[in-house]
């Protein structure tokens, strides 16, 4: 999670980063919490900006959590700001006089999902060049794109379509979207007409898209999972040819507003060389 730090709030080295949530967790012992992200796992000597938290709890008892908080930290607690839409809030945790750590807490349905959803390589046993964030795009790419059916006008043009849709927050979701207007007649612009939750499971989204559990061992990073997508491993029935599949995938995945928003033009390069490669190695 990527939040704005609050005033008076400054990065922490791994030590009292680890403080901060130990005191969290007993804190919170009736609740079950998981610290995710990059907790604990950047190189040695390098700092953390804030603390990620996931708490399996319903959103609406975000203000008990918060007394629980207060109670416990006595003028220890900076109360910070509240996203909806994602189900976070967070606070400043005093580590002296007058700096503070900022603390992520984000309610989830399912814990196990927000791990798998917001991991984050381990950059101290140098696992990956990248961000977690770029895995996660790609993994996104590869789901929007696997084949589902569609129909077409009598022209041969794109009339309805299904897809999956994997979301952070959600978990895997089945769509369907339209050229049909709702007058029945042909439009220029899609509208969404369905939308099913389908799991968020972790083992079932890997089974559901890559029909194999191998998947686990390569889906975390971003260098791991395109080795896979290109390998022989990946075993998908196509609609189209591979090669077909894997420009589809790119395209998505280098015109993705996450990644356009929060990455340099010579790292996009960057990326479009790496998928360039492996697709005209096949």
Not at 147 to 157: H, I, Q, R, S, V
Request: aromatic residues 16%; glycine residues 4%; contains cysteine.
């Amino acid at each position: 999670m990527e939040h704005k730090l609050l005033n008076n709030c400054v990065p922490v080295d791994k030590d009292t980063l680890k403080y901060v949530y130990e005191n969290i967790k007993e804190c919170l012992s009736k609740y079950i919490i998981s610290p995710i992200g990059s907790y604990c796992k950047k190189k040695d000597g390098e700092l953390y900006n804030d603390l990620d938290i996931a708490i399996q709890e319903s959103f609406g008892n975000k203000d008990y959590v918060i007394s629980l908080l207060r109670d416990k930290f006595d003028g220890y607690i900076l109360l910070g700001n509240t996203n909806y839409k994602l189900n976070v809030f967070n606070i400043g945790f005093r580590i002296s006089e007058s700096r503070f750590l900022q603390v992520d807490f984000m309610f989830v349905d399912n814990i196990e999902y927000a791990k798998f959803a917001y991991h984050s390589p381990d950059f101290s046993k140098l696992e990956s060049k990248y961000k977690g964030m770029y895995a996660s795009v790609l993994l996104q790419s590869i789901v929007r794109n696997i084949p589902l059916d569609k129909e077409y006008f009598e022209d041969g043009t794109l009339k309805e379509w299904k897809y999956y849709s994997l979301s952070q927050k959600d978990g895997l979701l089945l769509k369907e979207k339209t050229f049909v207007g709702k007058k029945g007649n042909k439009v220029k612009m899609s509208r969404l007409i369905d939308e099913k939750f389908i799991t968020n499971n972790p083992n079932e989204i890997i089974n559901i898209i890559f029909g194999n559990k191998e998947a686990f061992d390569y889906i975390y990073t971003f260098e791991g999972l395109l080795y896979y997508i290109c390998s022989n491993k990946f075993n998908v029935i196509f609609k189209y040819s591979k090669k077909e599949f894997l420009e589809r995938v790119k395209n998505d995945f280098l015109t993705d507003w996450e990644l356009c928003l929060k990455t340099s033009d010579e790292l996009k390069k960057e990326f479009e060389y790496l998928f360039n490669e492996k697709i005209n190695s096949l």
